[in-house]
């Protein structure tokens, strides 16, 4: 007994020695956006004077009712945790006071390791020794997640538009209910659940003589006056920005770990208000079910992400559906197999026969895709028609032609992370690849062939504004300017009322919504239906899809096509036309879109298609057998 608290004494000795821990600003992270005005930090941190007594109450009694006694360390909850179980087998209960929550909020990540655990006791003493009690509920109110929104000043606005020190008792102890499960536990998420909790947290203080049990009942009878989503504060969706910017932030080698985690650091991020509400706004109107949606707006000439929503409600997911789920991506994956085409002597009139068709290949395998509807010319159609319709026949007898693995390396070549077989389907993006991917990837078509990363970060700064990082766009050459151009005219053209012929141009639904000219190419599988657009001032794209992979509604395609316009438009208003200036290399050919050939009086539809020079079609150009026929059964 008497070594044991030697040995304890000890600890707590060296840890008064050790140096005190940084803990200012326990909001460690101030952001700013493009402009330097402040979207998230400072002000919404809560000192313990300005917390309402209900709060601070209802917290200490769910969570840790012996607090202002213990040295960091409940050893008889610890003892009772430990025999429960043990007794049930499995770890149903916890222990952790909330000196060791906050240690583990502001240093640790939540991994349950022993070395980690080690660390966390370690902190704990340390946060013991050189703090008060006060101070440390403080930060560790300003600190916790209330359903994924974190710190006690943006949960009370949040959720009841008010200051933290005016929650009243209902509101307080439905608040600090939510910790112990923020995902389940949020009244957004699962009210019933959350009522269930509130009322544990009001006999919890009714027990430790905080409350009477008259004021227990009235507080859970009391109705409560939620903010809705529109009346928020701050939008929702800038918090899967946010989470963006913390990830690209742990990256940065320059700049010390210590101030990763204490060091209250701004950063100055990439962030767009206007593009951040055109996604918003327009998602809030036309989203009313349980379908997911992931929109991401970058800059193309620098990469830097603008605005994007990694889901419809942060407080419900988390999950950043923008940066971290990887989809198949559909047609969206086209342009790139037409580049690679390009590259390769094609030119928008090159033919193939578009028909139900069951390719050979392999040691004697098959693949018979089909055309979206069924809708095939049963004729020969060029590549721009292919293009503008989405033709998945044309594209799979490209692909082959010039063998599947041209368009793996174009892939990587503008920024494809993922690992893709060299597949026929690969023609169809039947692989699985990220939306950031693929907006980045489409950011060079954008930017007439130069390749930029993404990125969410221009600045970092120290607290006393000294600057720790600074992102330098780096623009790198990989495709050729006026074959981009040729491809970009053809994306134009899926939104071209002149290709309206047998079939009608992906992008008809939204001629009539957009003002500006675009490149723009669609992708819809069963599961998910993606778009993604641009000009030389903005790449959009956005995913609609159920995270359960459910199989889509047409409606859903239709509002996917409406959202992408919208919030294109939107963001673009004010600006002036921007599309490309004709290479000096490349010519204007008036042609009939679907055959390629040079238009007369007679054709039905004609449009402008421009061509690398010398290999425009002329009067007498015949198409026939410019590429082999792939072998057909």
Same mark, same amino acid.
């Given at each position: 007994?008497?070594?044991?608290?030697?040995?304890?004494?000890? /600890?707590?000795?060296?840890?008064?020695?050790?140096? $005190?821990?940084?803990?200012?600003? %326990?909001?460690?992270?101030?952001?700013?956006?493009?402009?330097?005005?402040?979207?998230?930090?400072?002000?919404?941190?809560?000192?313990?004077?300005?917390?309402?007594?209900?709060?601070?109450?209802? =917290?200490?009694?769910?969570?840790?009712?012996?607090?202002?006694?213990?040295?960091?360390?409940?050893?008889?909850? /610890?003892?009772?945790?430990?025999?429960?179980?043990?007794?049930?087998?499995?770890?149903?209960? &916890?222990? %952790?006071?909330?000196?060791?929550?906050?240690?583990?909020?502001?240093?640790?990540? *939540?991994?349950?390791?022993?070395?980690?655990?080690?660390?966390?006791?370690?902190?704990?003493?340390?946060?013991?020794?050189?703090?008060?009690?006060?101070?440390?509920?403080?930060?560790?109110?300003?600190?916790?997640?209330?359903?994924?929104?974190?710190?006690?000043?943006?949960? %009370?606005?949040?959720?009841?538009?008010?200051?933290?020190?005016?929650?009243?008792?209902?509101?307080?102890?439905?608040?600090? &209910?939510?910790?112990?499960?923020?995902?389940?536990?949020?009244?957004?998420?699962?009210?019933?659940?959350?009522?269930?909790?509130?009322?544990?947290?009001?006999?919890?203080?009714?027990?430790?003589?905080?409350?009477?049990?008259?004021?227990?009942?009235?507080?859970?009878?009391?109705?409560?006056?939620? #903010?809705?989503? %529109?009346?928020?504060?701050?939008l929702d969706s800038v918090r899967y920005f946010r989470d963006s910017v913390?990830?690209?932030?742990?990256?940065?080698?320059?700049?010390?770990?210590?101030?990763?985690?204490? +060091? +209250?650091?701004?950063?100055?991020?990439?962030?767009?208000?206007?593009?951040?509400?055109?996604?918003?706004?327009?998602?809030?109107?036309?989203?009313?079910?349980?379908?997911?949606?992931?929109?991401?707006?970058?800059?193309?000439?620098?990469?830097?992400?603008?605005?994007?929503?990694?889901? #419809?409600?942060?407080? $419900?997911?988390?999950?950043?559906?923008?940066?971290?789920?990887?989809?198949?991506?559909?047609?969206?994956?086209?342009?790139?197999?037409?580049?690679?085409?390009?590259?390769?002597?094609?030119?928008?009139?090159?033919?193939?026969?578009?028909?139900?068709?069951?390719?050979? *290949?392999?040691?004697?395998?098959?693949?018979?895709?089909?055309?979206?509807?069924?809708?095939?010319?049963?004729?020969?159609?060029?590549?721009?028609?292919?293009?503008?319709?989405?033709?998945?026949?044309?594209?799979?007898?490209?692909?082959?032609?010039?063998?599947?693995?041209?368009?793996?390396?174009?892939?990587?070549?503008?920024? /494809?992370?993922?690992?893709?077989?060299?597949?026929?389907?690969?023609?169809?993006?039947?692989?699985?690849?990220?939306?950031?991917?693929?907006? =980045?990837?489409?950011?060079?078509?954008?930017?007439?062939?130069?390749? #930029?990363?993404?990125?969410?970060?221009?600045?970092?700064?120290d607290i006393n504004g000294n600057v720790l990082y600074e992102y330098e766009?780096?623009?790198?050459?990989?495709?050729?300017?006026?074959? #981009?151009?040729?491809?970009?005219?053809?994306?134009?053209?899926?939104?071209?009322?002149?290709?309206?012929?047998?079939?009608?141009?992906?992008?008809?639904?939204?001629?009539?919504?957009?003002?500006?000219?675009?490149? /723009?190419?669609?992708?819809?599988?069963?599961?998910?239906?993606?778009?993604?657009?641009?000009?030389?001032?903005?790449?959009?794209?956005?995913?609609?899809?159920?995270?359960?992979?459910?199989?889509?509604?047409?409606?859903?395609?239709?509002?996917?096509?409406?959202?992408?316009?919208?919030?294109?438009? $939107?963001?673009?208003?004010?600006?002036?036309?921007?599309?490309?200036?004709?290479?000096?290399?490349?010519?204007?050919?008036?042609?009939?879109?679907?055959?390629?050939?040079?238009?007369?009086?007679?054709?039905?539809?004609?449009?402008?298609?421009?061509?690398?020079?010398?290999?425009?079609?002329?009067?007498?150009?015949?198409l026939d057998d410019v590429i082999p026929t792939i072998k057909q059964e």
């Amino acid at each position: 007994m008497t070594l044991g608290i030697i040995m304890y004494s000890g /600890i707590y000795l060296i840890a008064w020695i050790y140096p $005190k821990l940084n803990i200012n600003n %326990s909001k460690n992270y101030y952001l700013y956006d493009k402009d330097s005005n402040l979207i998230s930090g400072t002000d919404e941190y809560s000192g313990i004077d300005a917390i309402s007594p209900y709060l601070k109450n209802a =917290t200490l009694s769910i969570e840790d009712r012996h607090f202002y006694t213990h040295g960091g360390f409940d050893y008889l909850r /610890i003892g009772k945790a430990m025999f429960n179980n043990i007794k049930s087998g499995k770890t149903t209960e &916890g222990a %952790s006071t909330i000196t060791q929550q906050y240690a583990k909020n502001l240093f640790l990540d *939540f991994d349950k390791t022993w070395k980690r655990k080690i660390t966390e006791a370690w902190l704990t003493v340390r946060l013991e020794v050189h703090y008060d009690k006060d101070k440390i509920l403080e930060g560790y109110l300003n600190t916790i997640n209330y359903g994924g929104v974190f710190g006690i000043a943006n949960a %009370s606005e949040y959720y009841f538009g008010k200051d933290a020190l005016d929650l009243n008792l209902a509101e307080a102890s439905m608040l600090a &209910g939510i910790p112990n499960w923020p995902s389940k536990y949020s009244p957004y998420i699962d009210y019933e659940a959350s009522k269930e909790r509130q009322l544990v947290v009001l006999n919890s203080m009714v027990r430790d003589n905080y409350i009477t049990k008259e004021e227990a009942d009235n507080a859970y009878n009391e109705e409560l006056n939620f #903010v809705t989503k %529109s009346t928020r504060k701050e939008l929702d969706s800038v918090r899967y920005f946010r989470d963006s910017v913390i990830s690209e932030l742990n990256k940065i080698s320059s700049i010390p770990n210590s101030l990763l985690t204490t +060091g +209250g650091l701004k950063i100055y991020t990439t962030f767009d208000p206007k593009a951040q509400e055109a996604i918003e706004s327009t998602i809030n109107q036309y989203i009313k079910s349980d379908i997911q949606v992931a929109s991401i707006i970058m800059e193309p000439n620098t990469g830097a992400v603008l605005g994007l929503t990694g889901g #419809v409600d942060y407080s $419900k997911s988390q999950f950043n559906r923008a940066t971290s789920s990887n989809r198949s991506v559909g047609s969206t994956i086209k342009p790139f197999l037409y580049y690679a085409a390009l590259e390769n002597g094609f030119t928008p009139s090159t033919t193939f026969t578009s028909e139900p068709t069951t390719f050979v *290949f392999a040691e004697n395998q098959t693949y018979s895709p089909t055309n979206y509807n069924d809708k095939y010319a049963n004729k020969e159609i060029s590549l721009a028609a292919a293009i503008a319709y989405s033709d998945n026949i044309y594209a799979v007898k490209t692909h082959l032609f010039l063998g599947e693995n041209t368009l793996v390396e174009t892939l990587k070549r503008v920024g /494809i992370t993922a690992n893709l077989d060299s597949i026929p389907s690969l023609a169809l993006g039947s692989q699985a690849i990220s939306l950031i991917d693929m907006t =980045t990837a489409y950011s060079t078509l954008a930017n007439e062939g130069y390749k #930029v990363k993404p990125y969410f970060i221009n600045k970092v700064e120290d607290i006393n504004g000294n600057v720790l990082y600074e992102y330098e766009p780096v623009k790198e050459a990989i495709l050729n300017k006026s074959l #981009v151009y040729v491809l970009d005219e053809l994306l134009a053209n899926t939104a071209n009322p002149n290709f309206i012929d047998y079939s009608y141009p992906t992008s008809y639904m939204m001629m009539n919504r957009i003002t500006k000219k675009y490149g /723009i190419k669609t992708g819809t599988t069963e599961v998910d239906h993606l778009i993604i657009g641009f000009n030389k001032d903005a790449v959009v794209s956005i995913w609609s899809g159920y995270d359960d992979n459910r199989k889509l509604l047409d409606v859903d395609s239709y509002n996917n096509k409406y959202m992408w316009s919208d919030i294109i438009e $939107k963001y673009l208003k004010d600006k002036e036309e921007a599309w490309y200036d004709i290479p000096n290399n490349v010519v204007g050919v008036l042609v009939e879109p679907v055959s390629g050939k040079i238009a007369t009086d007679k054709s039905k539809n004609k449009t402008i298609m421009y061509y690398i020079k010398g290999t425009e079609p002329s009067s007498n150009y015949n198409l026939d057998d410019v590429i082999p026929t792939i072998k057909q059964e």
